[in-house]
């Protein structure tokens, strides 16, 4: 559909510049004159030197280097004083107009910098009196520099409703379209240059570039004035810069569209680009006048540019590159008219790009419209696929960890069973075992304290082993070591011993019931040991952390012991037992005692 439009489009200017040229308008056409040359600060035309010149008339092919004013006397006969049309078409660059001596028109600026109405063309509604019956005499001054084509076009006196309607035709082909065009690349960059922000893609970004810097030198054709810039040659070097950059940005951007990367080219353009732009800046009345070999090198990668996409897009597949060819087609086959009027080699003052430019933009909108809706879809696509494997993976890692979690809470049971079991062997079973052992060894029957007491000992190790696997401690290992204290408290109280706990920076350290259970038959066999063997009266138990390691001590006031050989039994809990208790901790065991003044036992490990 679009590639018909486009084709549709073409076909109609194929028409029009076929069309016969129409019939010349009702009235009368002035293009004879009298022309005179004068200086800048001149008032009032000069009394001789006038010279008669063909309208529409560019006075450099009679004074080549003349910048100033040059007066422009045109005269007709009048049949009758009805209202009569007076169209302009052409003035260049600012004007001064008196009909019969009464000013009629005048720019705002006569002298540098020079008001810019050239591309506007002048209607004026004339009656009596301005107007007389008979010889009327029209006085044009026009200000100008040489290297910007000054004169002024043919002047058109006839009836008011038919000049009227030509000049609307004139205002809106070489003002409004342009004005227009200028719009459409503003809000076209705008829009590619937000969307480069978000996709970072570099063609977006040239595009914008292009557009940009394309309708700032279109600007050219609808200011009024040369503001900001102080001077005519400021105002045509920067103009001429934009023009270039445009052409450069416009190049780069047909290169990343076709996917191609050149770059010595690209080097060499953006060289050419920025040494217009530092021209402009630096040396702009060299620019401004000698602008011609910088518009036909900014020509020169316009067209060069556009040639190659058109060759690329011929040899590709997509419709889409097609299409954006056909527009720059069209646009090559205006630009050569306009060309042709800024070198002076057609008789005209109108340039017709303006009404294929906005064409050749949007389409390229369009197409780079076009291939960013269609990555959107490959997105929202991948996007979905992507939803539906994270869905199938999210499913299978569901089920895995389920397995998992199933498998490791067996795991856990069946380590809990086992530690269970190796603890009721090593303690309790082994305690049972070595009594049973030493009651068939014995001849006589021991005493039943005796034997009580060896059930207390199996008795205080099975509760060590349900503290530590039956029951959660969440207040860390200070948690785990409450039963103990609770239960040697009583103990000692009603031996009529006095006990002592310090527990310091231990809420954090969380034992596993393994190292919990190591711990507690370290410090119960200390304990036990002081309340039967010391005679103290006193018994402490510190716990502390310092830095990375835990240090547990039991000492007492009692009489103290002789050091003991490390194999030697204690009710099967000696100590033996305990150093390799304190070795599975990763820690060690130290045992200080002097006779008369007490026993330390202290175990450390790594918290």
């Known amino acids: 559909m679009a590639v018909r439009a486009l084709a549709g489009w073409l076909l109609v200017l194929l028409l029009a510049g076929c069309a016969p040229r129409a019939e010349p308008i009702a009235g009368l056409t002035l293009d004879l004159a009298e022309a005179a040359a004068s200086g800048w600060d001149a008032q009032s035309p000069p009394a001789e030197g006038w010279t008669p010149v063909r309208l529409p008339d560019d006075w450099t092919s009679r004074w080549p280097r003349h910048d100033g004013v040059v007066w422009y006397r045109l005269r007709w006969e009048q049949h009758g004083t009805a209202p009569t049309g007076l169209l302009v078409p052409y003035v260049c660059l600012a004007s001064e107009m008196r009909l019969n001596g009464q000013l009629i028109q005048r720019d705002p600026k006569l002298v540098e910098p020079l008001s810019r109405a050239w591309t506007q063309p002048r209607y004026f509604e004339l009656s009596s009196p301005l107007l007389r019956e008979g010889r009327n005499e029209l006085l044009v001054r026009v200000s100008g520099l040489a290297a910007y084509q000054p004169g002024m076009d043919v002047v058109r006196v006839g009836p008011p409703d038919v000049l009227q309607a030509q000049f609307q035709r004139d205002f809106l082909l070489r ?158 086959a205006v630009s050569l008219h306009d060309l042709a009027v800024f070198f002076g080699l057609v008789d005209s003052r109108t340039y017709l790009l303006s009404l294929t430019a906005p064409l050749t933009l949007l389409g390229t909108g369009f197409v780079l419209t076009y291939h960013y809706a269609q990555m959107l879809r490959r997105v929202e696509g991948f996007n979905a696929e992507l939803i539906r494997e994270v869905h199938g993976a999210t499913t299978q890692l569901t089920d895995t960890l389920s397995r998992e979690h199933a498998l490791a809470l067996q795991n856990t049971r069946i380590a809990e069973r086992l530690g269970l079991v190796r603890d009721l062997h090593d303690g309790f079973g082994g305690t049972l075992l070595g009594t049973i052992a030493q009651l068939e060894r014995e001849d006589a029957p021991r005493a039943p304290a005796q034997i009580a007491t060896l059930l207390r000992d199996m008795r205080d190790d099975l509760r ?95 009489r103290g012991m002789a050091s003991a050989p490390a194999d030697a039994p204690r009710n099967g809990m000696g100590l033996d037992n305990m150093r390799a208790r304190a070795a599975r901790l990763g820690g060690e065991l130290r045992i200080e005692t002097r006779a008369g003044q007490g026993t330390l036992v202290e175990f450390s490990f790594a918290a």
């Open 175 to 332: 003002h409004d379209a342009q004005l227009f065009n200028r719009c459409v690349g503003l809000v076209l960059g705008g829009l590619f240059g937000m969307l480069w922000l978000l996709s970072r893609r570099a063609m977006h970004g040239w595009f914008a570039l292009s557009s940009l810097f394309s309708a700032v030198y279109g600007w050219n054709f609808v200011a009024t004035s040369p503001w900001p810039f102080a001077s005519t040659d400021a105002w045509a070097a920067m103009n001429i810069a934009m023009y270039v950059c445009g052409a450069t940005c416009l190049a780069m951007f047909l290169l990343r569209f076709s996917e191609r990367r050149w770059p010595r080219t690209e080097a060499l353009l953006l060289v050419l680009a920025g040494a217009s732009l530092l021209l402009a800046v630096v040396a702009p009345r060299y620019l401004g006048p000698q602008r011609a070999p910088w518009v036909l090198a900014g020509t020169l990668v316009y067209y060069g540019a556009m040639l190659l996409f058109m060759v690329h897009a011929l040899r590709s597949p997509f419709t889409d590159r097609r299409l954006l060819a056909a527009t720059f087609a069209i646009q090559m």
């Open 464 to 558: 060590l082993i349900i503290d530590t696997t039956a029951q959660p401690h969440e207040g860390g290992l200070p948690a785990l070591l409450a039963p103990l204290r609770h239960r040697w408290s009583q103990r000692l109280e009603a031996g009529g011993m006095e006990m002592h706990w310090e527990v310091e920076a231990l809420d954090a350290l969380q034992p596993s019931p393994g190292t919990g259970l190591d711990i507690l038959r370290l410090l119960q066999e200390a304990l036990t040991n002081a309340f039967r063997h010391s005679g103290a009266r006193r018994i402490g138990v510190r716990a502390i952390r310092t830095e990375d390691r835990i240090r547990v001590q039991v000492q007492d006031d009692g």
